[in-house]
């Protein structure tokens, strides 16, 4: 019977051919438009740490002065201070693993001097980074706790540095120079399928850094602090030599530019970590320190990251506008389905005054409109495609090609669920929107019509 029916919806598609490709094509052309932007959001959302992302949590207090806004959301708020952040990550806390991570730069050359130099950003953190953020190793691995106590001169690279400098060759034990110091490679990270980078909070859209150093190293290097520094108002006008003079006056500063996550895996583990976070607070107030009222966050990396890209509100109108215009398609498509199936008025007369079924017809309607919806999600998820490439292509154009193809494309691709939730809203929505044609038409008296012939 299933064959027999699809074998009737085919020749009633090509009995209407234009008003069949035209309700196809309003299928095609929203879906289209709602998968690419879609596709964009669920990439931005996505974190390549799995499940245990509800278990990181970024550590805020405010240390800012008495006439500084006031704060409601955690995206609003600095990071730590270098003194507090130490603190914390030093101190016997609920957390059973924590990292700081802010960004510096530099020039990176081999030690040969085979490659031309690069000038590369690195992330200066500790030897839990990789553990949190359970980081994928090709080569190698992270370095130890006793390099971020001694401050040893040792890096972790991506794979794409390494393809740069030495070819994908295994360059664990080989040294480049950052700056004027040398370094060991101990490791270099395998593909991780980041979208953006939210371990610093920038949400940076693409790929991970290239550079990962200890936080020691960094220090004693005297690197350059190329991250958000958000000082008191005694300190702004400094707040430029904090980020390139002598380390030593901002690690003894008030600024807060040091980010701190923490894994926390109960509930009581974070109610114990708020709690230490109070005491703490309390106490540097009693040395004249947080001159405010306690105003403390302690959200998970996924609450954060949703906080954050809440106030793109141009984001959030593109998404919007793509839920608004699939609608509009769809009104399209039913107006369009309206008048193909009102031309069957007078079939639906002489079959019903045959002895036909309303229920018969209905199911017969109704596998017409899956197999129309099933056409127009094929088309839009191919529309999709070519939107995503566009796409693709326009950010790689806009950034002058300085990042790596294999780098990006990430973002702009729809994995299998977002093909099938294409495939379900496809034919949903044309089941949705042909509803009432079929409905109309399958309710019609057939007498009168019948007697006009």
């Known amino acids: 019977m299933l064959a027999y029916n699809l074998q009737l919806a085919w ?50 207090m405010d240390n800012r002065d008495l006439n500084a806004p006031s704060l409601d959301q955690s995206f609003e708020m600095p990071s730590l201070s270098f003194r507090d952040a130490m603190y914390l990550l030093n101190t016997d806390t609920p957390a059973i693993d924590a990292t700081t991570t802010w960004k510096t730069r530099g020039i990176i050359t081999t030690t040969g001097q085979e490659y031309n130099p690069v000038r590369g950003i690195a992330v200066a953190t500790n030897s839990g980074f990789f553990s949190i953020f359970n980081v994928p190793f090709l080569y190698g691995n992270g370095w130890t706790a006793d390099s971020d106590t001694q401050g040893n001169a040792v890096v972790v690279i991506s794979n794409r540095l390494n393809r740069t ?31 953006s980078q939210f371990y610093d909070r920038s949400f940076f859209r693409g790929f991970s850094d290239d550079i990962f150093l200890p936080q020691s190293f960094a220090i004693s290097m005297n690197l350059p602090r190329y991250t958000r520094i958000e000082c008191q108002a005694a300190d702004r006008p400094r707040t430029r030599a904090y980020q390139l003079a002598d380390v030593r006056h901002v690690i003894n500063s008030e ?3 040091v980010n701190l996550w923490v894994k926390l895996e109960t ?8 709690s230490l976070m109070e ?27 949703n906080a954050f890209l809440s106030r793109d509100a141009r984001f959030k109108f593109y998404q919007r506008l793509s839920w608004f215009f699939a609608g509009v398609c769809l009104l399209n498509a039913i107006l369009i389905l309206l008048a193909k199936f009102i031309r069957k008025t007078k079939e639906v007369a002489l079959r019903r005054a045959l002895g036909a079924k309303r229920n018969v017809l209905l199911v017969q309607y109704l596998i017409e409109l899956v197999v129309i919806g099933a056409i127009g999600a094929l088309a839009g998820l191919a529309l999709s495609y070519l939107g995503l490439q566009g796409m693709l292509g326009v950010y790689m154009y806009g950034t002058d090609y300085e990042y790596p193809l294999s780098t990006v494309e990430q973002l702009y691709q729809m994995d299998w669920q977002l093909i099938r939730d294409a495939l379900l809203i496809g034919i949903l929505s044309t089941i949705v929107a042909g509803l009432y044609p079929i409905w109309k038409v399958c309710n019609v008296a057939p007498a009168p019509l019948l007697k006009t012939e």
Not at 16 to 44: D, E, F, K, N
Not at 267 to 274: G, R, W
Not at 280 to 301: C, H, M, T
């Open 11 to 60: 020749i009633s598609l090509r009995q209407t051919p234009g008003l069949t490709l035209l309700a196809i094509a309003a299928i095609a052309i929203g879906l289209g438009v709602l998968m690419t932007i879609q596709t964009q959001s669920r990439h931005m959302r996505s974190l390549p740490i799995g499940p245990v992302s509800e278990n990181i949590y970024l550590v805020q």
């Open 165 to 195: 400098l030495f070819g994908d060759e295994d360059s664990v034990g080989r040294q480049i120079t950052i700056i004027d110091k040398q370094a060991t490679i101990v490791g270099v990270l395998d593909e991780w399928p980041i979208t």
């Open 255 to 257: 600024c807060a530019w």
């Open 267 to 274: 509930e009581d583990s974070v109610e114990n970590y708020k």
């Open 279 to 305: 005491n703490y607070v309390s106490e540097q107030k009693a040395l004249g320190r947080f001159p405010r009222e306690q105003n403390n966050f302690l959200d998970n990396i996924v609450t954060h990251q």
